[in-house]
């Protein structure tokens, strides 16, 4: 039996969403998104410009914005009262143009409860910087590894290893739920991916005898989609 997981607003993917910025690559990862079903006003899968999604060449973000969509950008999910923007950028603070876009996107109105900036690069000092006492969260997936941590004037940095196979830090392949409640408080459940309805014996390990009296009986059980909670048989 499994619990019940909200939809999310929206699905954010933190770039390298192809191995070589392939036309082909992409197309597959257009034809993947695609096919996700809408989950409320806005866009529906939200992706970030990765480095192994540039092509050679002076414009080497051409491709990924003529097949995925822009590398900068903001908008805005909530009712008035409590609307939060997303900034979408690629290794920001970067150029003095990048800080100067991304100065003018953290001062727009109206004034949000958070501001969340998505971006495939770990954040920089100078990053950090720049949006502390303005930003709530920095979520980045370039190092291939699942931490959060505080960053300096309290922003929160989530970084989340990939979702296909496993990270540089041994997780395993997966996605985080990231929520935000009505007060502005922010909460971060990594899921492991890739898993449908499975359960194993992990206790009493095989072979194993028992005594007279009753043997208790350790289950792993786990599902991708939604936490487990209750298990018969």
Request: charged share 20%.
């Amino acid at each position: 039996e499994q619990g019940v997981v909200p939809r999310p607003e929206f699905i954010v993917s933190l770039g390298d969403v192809t191995a070589y910025a392939k036309r082909s690559e992409f197309e597959a990862y257009k034809a993947i998104t695609a096919s996700t079903l809408p989950t409320g006003d806005g866009p529906n899968v939200v992706s970030t410009l990765g480095n192994h999604d540039e092509t050679l060449g002076p414009d080497r973000s051409a491709r990924f914005e003529e097949l995925v969509g822009p590398t900068h950008a903001v908008f805005h999910r909530g009712p008035p009262e409590a609307v939060d923007r997303f900034i979408i950028g690629y290794d920001l603070p970067g150029s003095p143009e990048r800080r100067a876009w991304l100065l003018a996107a953290l001062a727009l109105a109206p004034k949000p409860r958070n501001i969340f900036i998505l971006q495939h690069h770990n954040p920089s000092r100078a990053l950090v910087r720049l949006v502390r006492g303005r930003a709530a969260a920095i979520l980045s997936g370039d190092w291939h590894t699942s931490r959060v941590t505080r960053e300096a004037g309290g922003v929160l940095s989530v970084s989340t290893g990939p979702f296909n196979f496993g990270g540089l830090d041994q997780t395993p392949a997966g996605f985080r739920l990231v929520s935000v409640r009505s007060t502005g408080a922010i909460t971060t459940r990594l899921r492991t991916g890739l898993i449908e309805r499975r359960a194993e014996i992990v206790e009493p390990h095989a072979p194993a005898t028992c005594n007279r009296g009753v043997l208790p009986i350790v289950v792993s059980a786990y599902d991708s989609r939604a936490p487990v909670a209750r298990a018969s048989y």
